[in-house]
Every structure is written in C-alpha cells, then in structure tokens.
C-alpha cells in the first residue's frame, strides 16, 4: 500500500532553513496534486503550500515567498524548501494529497524554530 514518510525537520534559529522530504512508496504519477500540511500544538491542522502532477505551485499566504514546494515523480519525493524560518512556522509538517481520498497520515516530522 501507499506510505508517506516525512523527514527532514528538526530545530533551527530563526532566519535559518530547512529541507522536509516526503517519500510516497506506491508512486506519486497518479496523485494529481501533493500538499504539506503543518499543526501547530492546540491548532488545526492547514494546508501550507501544494503542487499538482503539472508542477503548478500553491501557498498559504503565512509562507508565500518563503516556502517552495517541488516535486519528483519518478523519485517518488515531495519537497519544502523552508527559507527565512519564523518562531510561528513551529510545528509538525505532514504531506498527503489535497484532493479525496486522502492518504493515511504519516508520522510527521517536527519542526522547532527557536533561539
């Protein structure tokens, strides 16, 4: 079955980047469009920057021009080059589909933006 395996995060001082990898076992060629989702702790989770099958980008206004997502279908990888890190973007990021069905969730990977 589909996994989604999420690493990459860790803590970092404020200003600093971070690459989160998101591997898709079972292929990424069919799912139209990917996501990365971040929850901060007592928040709902959101939606933080997408990418469709024909490389088309979306961002949360929160990260627009920070974030880049990418995507590598035949590697099976989903990306989010993290730039210009804020105490706010703390949280555990998540990728999975943005349309129905989703995918079981993955483990997550944290990320602590902190001096």
């Known amino acids: 079955q589909v996994q989604l395996v999420e690493s990459g995060g860790g803590l970092v001082q404020p200003g600093g980047s971070l690459r989160l990898s998101c591997a898709a076992s079972?292929?990424?060629?069919?799912?139209?469009?990917m996501g990365w989702y971040r929850q901060a702790p007592g928040k709902q989770r959101e939606l933080v920057a997408s990418?469709?099958?024909?490389?088309?980008?979306y961002y949360a206004d929160s990260v627009r021009g920070r974030f880049t997502i990418s995507r590598n279908n035949p590697r099976n990888m989903v990306y989010l080059q993290m730039n210009s890190l804020k105490p706010e973007d703390t949280a555990d990021y998540y990728c999975?589909?943005?349309?129905?069905?989703?995918?079981?969730w993955g483990q997550g990977t944290q990320v602590t933006v902190s001096s």
């Open positions: 999975n589909t943005v349309q129905r069905p989703m995918l079981p």
């Open positions: 079972g292929g990424l060629a069919s799912i139209n469009t």
């Open positions: 990418i469709t099958s024909s490389y088309s980008t």
